[in-house]
């Protein structure tokens, strides 16, 4: 069974920094693409981040461009999002998606990040 | 903005057919994708492509496309599937994704 687990929920203040993590299992993550997907309270679901299979490649919405990083350890399953620079508006429920292209067919159960002073 | 446009809500009696819509200009070039999102939880995948299904999803679920337009069909709603609705795709020029702003359906 596909299982992708986030963490590094937390509350940040804004100008602040976090580190969110997903640990996937149940299949062959290094053959996966890995997306980051974030839903803002009560709004609808936003594009955040992918990385390529061998992390060799990386896409940025335009709203997170140049503050968030995405990565991957194949060797530990895990994808990664390092959030610089945290804003009010980036405050949503952060989801890691596998898929490959835009179909994104494995979802995690989200983690929260809240930045507020 | 998205580029791709969703109705905010649609509703539906028990047992009848609704059709779900997503517009855009890349969805003639692309499929939309479909996932379903319940209060508290996770969007779950529910069609994808040209008709792809996943393992679980009930074939009540379809979709078709038609210009710039692709459509969730569900023939004979439950309860069950009272949620909101989220198309994906590409967009126009095929590097980046993108959500449509997502539609409530309620059951009545």
């Known amino acids: 069974e596909v299982q992708l687990v986030e963490s590094g929920e937390g509350l940040v203040q804004p100008g602040g920094s976090l580190r969110l993590s997903c640990v996937a299992s149940?299949?062959?993550?290094?053959?996966?693409?890995m997306h980051w997907v974030r839903q803002s309270p009560g709004k609808g679901l936003e594009y955040v981040s992918a990385i390529n299979s061998n992390g060799d490649t990386t896409y940025y919405a335009d709203s997170v461009k140049d503050r968030f990083t995405i990565s991957r350890d194949n060797s530990m399953n895990t994808l990664y999002l390092q959030m610089d620079t945290l804003r009010p508006e980036d405050m949503a429920v952060y989801y890691c998606?596998?898929?490959?292209?835009?179909?994104?067919?494995?979802w995690g159960p989200g983690t929260l990040v809240t930045v507020s002073s | 903005s998205s580029e791709l446009t969703q109705d905010p809500a649609v509703s539906v009696a028990l047992g009848q057919t609704v059709r779900i819509t997503c517009r855009g200009d890349s969805l003639r070039n692309y499929y939309a994708s479909w996932y379903q999102q319940k209060p508290g939880q996770a969007p779950v995948l529910v069609i994808y492509?040209?008709?792809g299904r996943p393992s679980g999803i009930p074939d009540r679920f379809s979709a078709s496309r038609s210009g710039n337009m692709g459509s969730l069909t569900i023939t004979g709603a439950q309860a069950e599937d009272e949620a909101d609705y989220y198309c994906n795709s590409r967009d126009t020029s095929g590097n980046h994704v993108v959500f449509g702003g997502g539609t409530k359906l309620t059951v009545l």
């Open positions: 998606t596998r898929g490959n292209s835009s179909i994104l067919d494995s």
């Open positions: 492509g040209k008709k």
């Open positions: 149940g299949f062959t993550f290094s053959n996966y693409a």
